[in-house]
């Protein structure tokens, strides 16, 4: 998996799991931890990620493009901002069907320079979409912090500047990214129009798995990862009594069976044959 989550974990956790079943979710390429809460298959990730057709995506998407329309994901982008324009139209569709779902996008901070944010957030904001703007500002983007690159480094600023409801909270706690989704929650559903969610955040690792990452140095790494999410949140359910450390490492232990199961499941799968690789990409005419 070249884009990795860690650091990041609570901001797709308290998100999601303030959201309904039935809400519609668009991610971008750091999609895995958004996947995963949302309820696509690990087998179908992992396979997906080996390019096996039993993939979420038959293989075909690799990392950056997992999608399952039964659960309602609807896909990871390559693009910065790609994601955006595509949640602003399942949101319009949900509106003009008269239902009552709720479409969110995730996207960095870096997503926010781009002309496909300022449009989204406008169009989304004159119609009054049910769409929750969920902004991961890990300071950095793909590499370049976030004072370096963008004159206006309030994010809240810039969506309210649209008349959007806004707020700002610690992307490395899941419990206070939980309750400020359940209010943004609560805001869109009372049809009260979308609402904007900067969750600051840090990634532990590089862009990716190939990045040097010489735009910050390893000491404040070190420093974030003092209050990392998972860290901080098993702690504080340890000082509540409900969890101690044998509990916790029971837990790990589940996990990392559950992804040695997956890369097994992955490695059995099979490649696609060759002659359905035409497979959804033409569309079979008679010749002129």
Known sequence: FVHLYIGEEAVAVGVLHALAADDAVVATYRELGHALIKG?????????????????????????????????????????AGGL???????????????????ACF??????????????????????LPMLFCCENNLYA????????????DLCAKASAYNVAARSVDGMDVIA????????????????????????TYRFRAHSMFDPQLYRDQDEVERWKTHGPIHTYSARLKAEGLLDEPGFLAILAQVDAEVEA???????????????????????????
């Open 85 to 103: 324009p595509l949640t602003v139209g399942l949101a319009l569709a949900e509106r003009l069907q008269r239902g009552s779902r709720l479409c």
């Open 107 to 128: 996207f960095g901070e870096g997503a926010m320079a781009e002309g496909a944010f300022h449009e989204s957030i406008n169009l989304a904001a004159l119609w009054q």
């Open 177 to 200: 990214v939980h309750e400020a989704t359940c209010e943004a929650v609560e805001h869109i559903r009372a049809g009260h129009g979308p609402f904007f969610l900067e969750c600051r």
């Open 262 to 288: 997956a890369v097994t499941y992955a490695e059995n799968g099979s490649l696609e044959p060759l002659e359905a690789l035409s497979r959804d990409v033409y569309t079979p005419r008679a010749a002129p």
């Open 40 to 80: 696509v298959c690990m087998n179908a990730i992992m396979a997906e990620m080996y390019g096996r057709q039993e993939g979420c995506s038959r293989g075909r998407g690799g990392s950056m493009h997992l999608f399952d329309a039964a659960a309602r994901f609807f896909g990871g982008n390559a693009i910065v």
């Open 142 to 153: 793909m590499g370049t912090a976030l004072d370096r690159s963008q004159s206006q480094t």
